[in-house]
């Protein structure tokens, strides 16, 4: 065991520790106050739940990580930026909040880390034959990913569970290669990845059907936010140091990050093609079609989960081939799903019809 392991667990323990006591007294508090999330015509759950699951795994993640971690590297940066998205979610779970002060809240926390810390993607990595971006253009690159991975966390986060699970699975593989190759310019990343996965399982003990509590844009923002940095500093490594994929970790990154990718480029591209705005909600989002199929909610959240993993172990078992090679079997594999959703929805919609008419 090496002087780096030592605070590594303990922040990790620490984190969960944190969230894990802190859960029942924020749902406490929550009923107390009537501070409840009500059932709409979109929600899966059907009775008045907290949302403030998220105020839990922040407290775990931000403690443990100003107390271990070293917070160099952009990661003080990283913890501001944190803090804001942390704060425009506590409105929105309270309140409720516009989309448009929701992105000024994303804008400034995206801000702060590409700014203040330079925390950006430098290069496509040979990706369309691009090699190295100009300054503009990485910025604003930079800002749309971080926007964009922010934005699809927090709408994944429909069911008991899943979010946190997905959030799970994501910050373990980064903060892995973190840990192995990360060096001197990133193995701190590595306490960022074990810091949310130590909050994440305090708050997930709670949040299985039927969960006490939800997550909310609290957590939800937050740890999109944070897989956003994650995600753009396991880019960079692997252009800086050259390791653990080099030049394929663009594309080794994608298919870490796919169920969250898929289903919002999904769901954009079915409501743009509707003639509706993309941030429109609705039910169909990837969990809502697999539980049409008759899933549980629990087998939805493990289905999902076992995606996520598969396609992991799948981009980096066939990284040598290429970010071309890669990022086009993503598009061909994501193309398919599409259709087997559309199909299978059809079919139900169908079914659905001729119940009616047969009742009439």
């Given at each position: 065991m090496s002087h780096f392991d030592i605070p590594l667990g303990l922040s990790w323990m620490w984190a969960l520790l944190v969230s894990l006591f802190a859960v029942p007294s924020i749902i406490y508090i929550a009923h107390l106050k009537n501070m409840l999330d009500t059932p709409n015509g979109r929600t899966v759950h059907q009775s008045l739940t907290p949302r403030l699951g998220g105020v839990a795994v922040f407290a775990g993640f931000m403690s443990a990580l100003t107390i271990f971690a070293p917070l160099e590297n952009g990661v003080k940066e990283l913890l501001a930026?944190?803090?804001?998205?942390?704060?425009?979610?506590?409105?929105?779970?309270?309140?409720g909040m516009s989309v448009s002060k929701k992105f000024v809240g994303q804008l400034l926390a995206t801000g702060i880390v590409m700014i203040m810390a330079d925390v950006r993607l430098t290069s496509f990595q040979g990706i369309l034959g691009i090699g190295?971006?100009?300054?503009?253009?990485?910025?604003?690159?930079?800002?749309?990913v971080i926007v964009g991975v922010t934005n699809a966390i927090n709408l994944i986060d429909g069911l008991d569970g899943l979010a946190g699970t997905i959030v799970l699975i994501i910050c373990s593989t980064f903060g892995y290669y973190f840990y192995q190759y990360g060096g001197a310019?990133?193995?701190?990343?590595?306490?960022?990845?074990?810091?949310?996965?130590?909050?994440?399982?305090?708050?997930l003990r709670y949040n299985f059907h039927r969960a006490p509590i939800f997550m909310g844009d609290t957590g939800s923002l937050v740890?999109?936010?944070?897989?956003?940095?994650?995600?753009?500093?396991?880019?960079?490594?692997?252009?800086?140091?050259?390791?653990?994929?080099?030049?394929?970790?663009?594309?080794?990154?994608?298919?870490?990050?796919?169920?969250?990718?898929?289903?919002?480029?999904?769901?954009?591209?079915?409501?743009?093609?509707?003639?509706?705005?993309?941030?429109?909600?609705?039910?169909?989002?990837?969990?809502?079609?697999?539980?049409?199929?008759?899933?549980?909610?629990?087998?939805?959240?493990l289905l999902l989960g076992l995606l996520n993993i598969l396609v992991t172990l799948s981009v980096i078992q066939f990284a040598y081939l290429g970010n071309t090679v890669l990022?086009?079997?993503?598009?061909?594999?994501?193309?398919?799903l599409s259709i087997f959703f559309g199909?299978?929805?059809?079919?139900?919609?169908?079914?659905?019809?001729?119940?009616?008419?047969?009742?009439n």
């Open positions: 930026g944190c803090i804001i998205l942390f704060f425009v979610g506590l409105k929105d779970d309270l309140v190295t971006l100009p300054v503009g253009i990485s910025y604003a690159f930079t800002f749309f310019s990133y193995s701190n990343y590595a306490y960022v990845a074990v810091c949310l996965i130590g909050g994440l399982l305090g708050f740890c999109g936010f944070i897989v956003s940095v994650l995600a753009i500093q396991f880019i960079e490594m692997g252009l800086r140091v050259g390791q653990p994929f080099g030049s394929s970790s663009p594309s080794v990154a994608v298919g870490i990050l796919f169920v969250p990718l898929f289903d919002t480029l999904r769901v954009f591209s079915l409501r743009m093609a509707a003639g509706k705005s993309p941030f429109s909600p609705d039910k169909n989002h990837i969990h809502h079609r697999i539980l049409a199929m008759g899933f549980q909610q629990i087998s939805t959240v990022i086009s079997a993503l598009a061909i594999f994501s193309a398919l199909v299978y929805q059809s079919r139900i919609s169908r079914r659905q019809l001729l119940a009616a008419e047969s009742n």
